[in-house]
């Protein structure tokens, strides 16, 4: 993420310099054509609030002193962040869902389409599922879902299961670093499955990450890992006869089973996107999707961008009234 | 072998044209199930509608369109016949036609699904959600059901069908029930197809009721808590009235992009296929097309293709 290097400098400060061309930032003129009309571009958005520009500036700043490379991705990526929260604002004036909810499906198709090695389909993976995360948290999205690992892809090659989970330990690891997304979004880390079923190594790093996020409070991220929607049923199920062991069994209630569910801390999920193109379930929240929109995009996990968030999204709004009515009348 | 026809008395070859539909008002003037209908047209010089339908042969199945593999059927396909509603709404009808046509649809669908060899279809026709419509709709539908049920039982119990009932049946009228009863009783030996109606029926009251079930055991002494698993609600859910519980293929109709509560459990794997058309819109071409979307799918059920 984009941090500024000197704290002391206000964008103001920067700005005035440009224009005055006092100090020892560049000025307007000093600038090459490409960056001069990314300036002018910028211009409109910047009104409502000019320390954007001197931030940009600032990164003109740094990038014409210490190498165009590093400087022109960083202006770039600030730039990128500008034009997100402009269109994220024009989405907010509709509604906006409180739960997303993701299968990460098609990363090892990617690996092959792009003639990668095995393993680095689900790195990209992780890539993209990050994007994703940053857009919804900046979107203000409070409650993400991810499926990361089925019970049933244990079946698969032992040594693909080994790769994945020595994957999981060193991402659920690095959530715990100071500049992880975690941290920047402040949110709270659930992980929902059968963690019984995982090596001690990675059950231990999930549990320090629920334990270390658990004060957290602004969003929320649920990764499924060895989770299959059947038998967090299974599991609610046990729990609501042993519960309710000594009563009459017709008082078992929708609620009781519900309450029971891991998936309890967080609402139904309003979209569910696969990717891949797949359009099947494949054993996850069967529960709660009862009444999600499903969305299913062609794209493969590491693929997908901001364009299938937009578009899950427009389709939602686009029903949303007719669902709220539904709502009501039950 | 399949003798599909009607009795010849009752056969009035103009209630297959497509404007008798809003003429057919009164009781009493259901259509019935006939699978021989091209032959009626055609003796009496009236061209038929459906010419792509193969002239009416002794043999059990009719052969697959192009295009169909018959090892890659879907041994159970669940439909949910969405937009009847806004069917009749699009034609200036009541909702009580779209219905009408609606069932006119599910006819056709039950018939192909009979010849092309797939064994189980479930059928969504009322859900615990649909009590909050208007009684006049409510009360047309139920009796609709009723109706359609006494009529058709004959000739579905000629045609080897089986009807299942499964829901919630608390709320339904007593009168209804009985039908219900009669038919599952008559058909329950019937093994060509399996026609599973889910009347008063969500995902969610399913295993409610298979908790409670469990529960009664437990309390019974029967199974311990620790022996409760995936197996074991399986076999308490209502869909244990068949061999495949587990729809290969669930079709839902007019563009709504959800699954609505309908059979929860039992979709864990199953191919879901959306499709634009409202519901009695949908007829054959919208199946194969369902059908050939559905045999161009890769299902991996969480492990590798490799």
């Not at chain 1, 009104?47 to 520009?53: A, G, R, T």
């Not at chain 2, 829901?167 to 039908?179: A, F, I, N, R, T």
């Amino acid at each position: 993420m984009c941090r500024r290097e000197n704290n002391d400098l206000s964008g103001n400060d920067v700005v005035q310099s440009f224009i005055t061309g006092s100090g020892s930032f560049p000025t307007f003129a000093s600038l090459n054509s490409q960056l001069r009309i990314l300036v002018l571009s910028l211009l409109p958005s910047t009104i409502s609030d000019p320390k954007n520009l001197g931030t940009v500036l600032h990164f003109i700043y740094l990038s014409s002193g210490e190498g165009m490379g590093g400087g022109i991705r960083q202006l770039l990526e600030q730039v990128h962040r500008l034009s997100r929260r402009s269109l994220f604002r024009v989405l907010s004036m509709g509604p906006l869902p409180t739960h997303l909810a993701f299968i990460m499906d098609g990363n090892r198709r990617y690996a092959k389409k792009r003639g990668l090695e095995d393993g680095s389909g689900h790195k990209a993976g992780f890539s993209a599922l990050m994007s994703m995360l940053q857009y919804c948290y900046e979107l203000g999205i409070k409650y993400v879902t991810v499926y990361a690992f089925s019970i049933d892809n244990f079946r698969r090659k032992p040594e693909e299961v080994q790769s994945l989970m020595d994957l999981m330990l060193e991402k659920i690891k690095s959530l715990l670093d100071k500049e992880s997304i975690v941290h920047e979004y402040g949110i709270r880390v659930y992980f929902i499955g059968n963690l019984g079923l995982l090596n001690d190594q990675v059950r231990a790093a999930a549990e320090e990450v629920m334990k270390a996020t658990a004060k957290n409070s602004r969003v929320v991220l649920l990764v499924c890992v060895a989770y299959n929607s059947t038998d967090e049923i299974v599991q609610a199920v046990k729990r609501s006869c042993v519960e309710k062991a000594d009563r009459d069994v017709e008082r078992i209630q929708l609620v009781d089973i519900e309450e029971n569910m891991q998936m309890s801390v967080a609402p139904e999920p309003d979209i569910l996107i696969r990717s891949s193109g797949e359009t099947r379930l494949s054993n996850f929240l069967l529960w709660q999707t009862g009444n999600s929109q499903l969305f299913s995009p062609d794209a493969l996990w590491p693929e997908i961008g901001l364009r299938h968030l937009v578009w899950a999204i427009l389709n939602f709004q686009r029903s949303h009234s007719y669902l709220e009515k539904k709502k009501k009348q039950l | 072998m399949l003798s599909l026809r009607v009795p010849s008395t009752s056969f009035h070859p103009r209630r297959f044209h497509a404007g008798a539909l809003e003429r057919r008002w009164r009781l009493g003037r259901d259509c019935f199930l006939s699978f021989s209908h091209p032959r009626g047209t055609r003796s009496l010089g009236v061209k038929s509608t459906k010419s792509e339908m193969a002239p009416f042969t002794a043999a059990e199945e009719e052969t697959l369109p192009e295009g169909l593999h018959p090892e890659l059927m879907p041994k159970h396909v669940a439909v949910i016949m969405d937009g009847n509603g806004r069917w009749a709404k699009n034609k200036g009808l009541q909702p009580w036609d779209g219905h009408r046509a609606g069932v006119e649809a599910l006819r056709e669908i039950v018939e192909l699904c009979g010849k092309w060899g797939i064994q189980v279809l479930t059928v969504f026709a009322f859900s615990t959600d649909n009590w909050i419509r208007p009684k006049i709709e409510i009360d047309f539908l139920l009796n609709l059901f009723e109706r359609t049920l006494k009529s058709e039982l004959e000739t579905l119990a000629k045609n080897n069908v089986r009807i299942s009932i499964i829901g919630d049946s608390s709320k339904l009228p007593k009168s209804l029930l009985k039908v219900i009863n009669e038919v599952e009783e008559v058909t329950k030996n019937n093994t060509r197809l399996q026609l599973i109606v889910a009347v008063g029926y969500s995902g969610k009251y399913d295993v409610l009721q298979a908790c409670r079930g469990i529960a009664q055991r437990v309390k019974d002494g029967e199974i311990e808590v620790e022996e409760i698993d995936e197996k074991l609600i399986e076999q308490e859910l209502e869909t244990n009235c068949t061999e495949f519980p587990y729809p290969d293929l669930l079709i839902r109709t007019s563009g709504e992009l959800r699954v609505s509560n309908f059979l929860l459990w039992q979709l864990a794997y199953t191919e879901l296929f959306f499709a634009q058309e409202l519901w009695p819109d949908f007829g054959r071409s919208g199946f194969i097309e369902a059908l050939m979307s559905f045999q161009q799918r890769q299902r991996r059920f969480g492990g590798r293709k490799s």
